[in-house]
């Protein structure tokens, strides 16, 4: 089972940017698919952004435009660019992986929800100011 470790937290002013960082280790690594979760005050925690390692990727509605992952084998580190961000942004960000599912003939990422992704990171703060 892979080991994940996020960083890049900050407070920052409403229209700010972020890249949050989050270091992959383990065997198979490269074969698993990486996601962003986060968990607002008093809210549930939620899908942000999966990707596959074809770099397939998939973006909740609320960070289409301002949001953009991506993954760097290389460095075995998966990124979350964030942009024009909003008060609404405010969470604890958590890293997540998952096996790939064969859906179609095809291995895809599994649904972005809590329930298809086993594996954590401690999370890291973001705070959006207005």
């Known amino acids: 089972q892979v080991q994940l470790v996020e960083s890049g937290g900050d407070s920052v002013q409403s229209g700010g940017s972020l890249r949050l960082s989050c270091a992959v280790s383990?065997?198979?690594?490269?074969?698993?698919?990486l996601a962003w979760f986060r968990q607002g005050p008093g809210k549930e925690r939620e899908g942000v952004a999966s990707?596959?390692?074809?770099?397939?990727?998939t973006y909740t509605d609320s960070v289409k435009g301002r949001f953009t992952l991506s993954r760097d084998n290389g460095a075995n580190t998966l990124y979350l660019q964030m942009g024009n961000l909003k008060p609404e942004d405010t969470a604890m960000y958590y890293c997540?992986?998952?096996?790939?599912?064969?859906?179609?003939?095809?291995?895809?990422?599994?649904?972005?929800?809590?329930?298809?992704?086993?594996?954590w990171g401690q999370g890291t703060q973001v705070t959006v100011s207005s």
């Open positions: 997540a992986a998952a096996r790939p599912q064969v859906v179609g003939g095809d291995w895809r990422c599994p649904r972005l929800t809590l329930d298809q992704y086993n594996t």
């Open positions: 383990g065997p198979g690594q490269r074969t698993y698919c």
């Open positions: 990707i596959d390692n074809y770099r397939r990727i």
